[in-house]
């Protein structure tokens, strides 16, 4: 959805951005391309907590020499590593969450469950707990509690049972294994049955909705008031469900409950929902990009401060 992040971000010739989801730096080449196009130098901070994202987009970038830094860090230090660089009032900030292809398609990093190979799913290599640890080290009812919570997989007591009775698990088809011991093979039409079950953990491993949590937050302090945009791109219900509800929550001014008569929260908005509805990827870039199908953008525009006009 690079056209619709484009226009959500209302890319201006000399603005600044913030592309927290580096990792190929497609997103991000496209932004210091329309940034620049009527001669005004653009700059973008590009962060990515993958070290082999980095040196991916550290190359592509590299055309762009001092308009674009390069930093390695989880999206959820967005604050710490925009104040680091510079880059605070910018004129936008664009998520891109999830796993990436790069991550799917690497061999030896435990993603995927369409290879057989040390069961890992860190987005950093560095980070301390690997899915292997998940797995073997937790217990039965909070392992279910996590593949139920993240992967909203409804038979996820069954899975959890069956991961325990078959420890040690190491690796992607062990873990496979284990999950078609509890619920089948499952049809051929249906999605895999350890569909569900990898995503959670995968969540799990990264914190990433909790990262979201934080990341949104920091972004919308760092964009300029007003007119500062918010771009989100996720991939399925619990990351758009957690942006629309920020998106909503920051575009209210008052969240008392409905009965109470007076307002006594002092909240004002300071977000402004373009998009109410999430934007859909088109026809034709699911045909090309089948990993689009699910992809849900949201969009929203930082207001001036209260008092000030807009």
Not at 16 to 23: E, H, W
Not at 59 to 78: K, N, P, W
């Given at each position: 959805?690079?056209?619709?992040?484009?226009?959500?971000?209302?890319?201006?010739?000399?603005?600044?951005?913030?592309?927290?989801?580096?990792?190929?730096g497609g997103h991000s080449a496209a932004i210091l391309e329309a940034a620049t196009s009527e001669g005004a130098p653009g700059r973008l901070l590009a962060i990515d907590r993958d070290p082999?994202?980095?040196?991916?987009?550290?190359?592509?970038?590299?055309?762009?020499?001092?308009?674009?830094?390069?930093?390695?860090?989880?999206?959820?230090?967005?604050?710490?590593?925009a104040e680091e660089h510079g880059f605070t009032e910018v004129d936008g900030v664009l998520f891109d969450v999830g796993v990436s292809s790069l991550q799917l398609e690497q061999p030896g990093?435990?993603?995927?469950?369409?290879?057989?190979?040390?069961?890992?799913?860190?987005?950093?290599?560095?980070?301390?707990?690997?899915?292997?640890?998940?797995?073997?080290?937790?217990?039965?009812?909070?392992?279910?509690?996590?593949?139920?919570?993240?992967?909203?997989?409804?038979?996820?007591?069954?899975?959890?049972?069956?991961?325990?009775?078959?420890?040690?698990?190491?690796?992607?088809?062990?873990?496979?294994?284990?999950?078609?011991?509890?619920?089948?093979?499952?049809?051929?039409?249906?999605?895999?049955?350890?569909?569900?079950?990898?995503?959670?953990?995968?969540?799990?491993?990264?914190?990433?909705?909790?990262?979201?949590?934080?990341?949104?937050?920091?972004?919308?302090?760092?964009?300029?008031?007003?007119?500062?945009?918010?771009?989100?791109?996720?991939?399925?219900?619990?990351?758009?469900?957690?942006?629309?509800?920020?998106?909503?929550?920051?575009?209210?001014?008052?969240?008392?409950?409905?009965?109470?008569?007076?307002?006594?929260?002092?909240?004002?908005?300071?977000?402004?929902?373009?998009?109410?509805?999430?934007?859909?990827?088109?026809?034709?870039?699911?045909?090309?990009?089948?990993?689009?199908?699910?992809?849900?953008?949201?969009?929203?525009?930082?207001?001036?401060?209260?008092?000030?006009?807009?």
């Open positions: 959805m690079l056209r619709e992040a484009l226009e959500g971000l209302a890319v201006a010739s000399g603005g600044r951005y913030v592309d927290a989801t580096a990792g190929l082999n994202a980095i040196l991916v987009a550290s190359e592509r970038l590299s055309a762009y020499g001092d308009a674009v830094v390069i930093a390695r860090g989880a999206f959820g230090d967005l604050a710490e590593i990093r435990g993603f995927s469950f369409q290879r057989d190979e040390p069961l890992d799913m860190r987005m950093d290599p560095d980070a301390e707990t690997s899915a292997a640890d998940l797995v073997n080290r937790t217990d039965e009812a909070s392992l279910a509690s996590i593949i139920y919570e993240y992967g909203e997989e409804r038979r996820s007591r069954r899975i959890a049972r069956a991961i325990v009775e078959r420890r040690p698990i190491r690796t992607t088809k062990e873990l496979v294994a284990a999950i078609e011991a509890a619920v089948g093979r499952g049809r051929a039409r249906d999605i895999h049955p350890a569909t569900l079950t990898f995503q959670a953990l995968r969540i799990a491993v990264n914190e990433e909705l909790q990262q979201l949590d934080v990341a949104l937050d920091a972004a919308r302090q760092l964009l300029k008031a007003p007119g500062g945009r918010l771009v989100v791109i996720s991939f399925h219900s619990l990351e758009d469900r957690r942006v629309k509800e920020f998106f909503r929550l920051h575009a209210k001014d008052c969240i008392c409950p409905p009965q109470q008569p007076v307002c006594t929260c002092d909240h004002r908005a300071t977000l402004r929902e373009v998009t109410r509805r999430p934007l859909r990827p088109t026809l034709d870039e699911v045909n090309a990009n089948p990993r689009a199908r699910s992809a849900r953008l949201r969009v929203a525009e930082r207001l001036a401060p209260v008092g000030e006009a807009a």
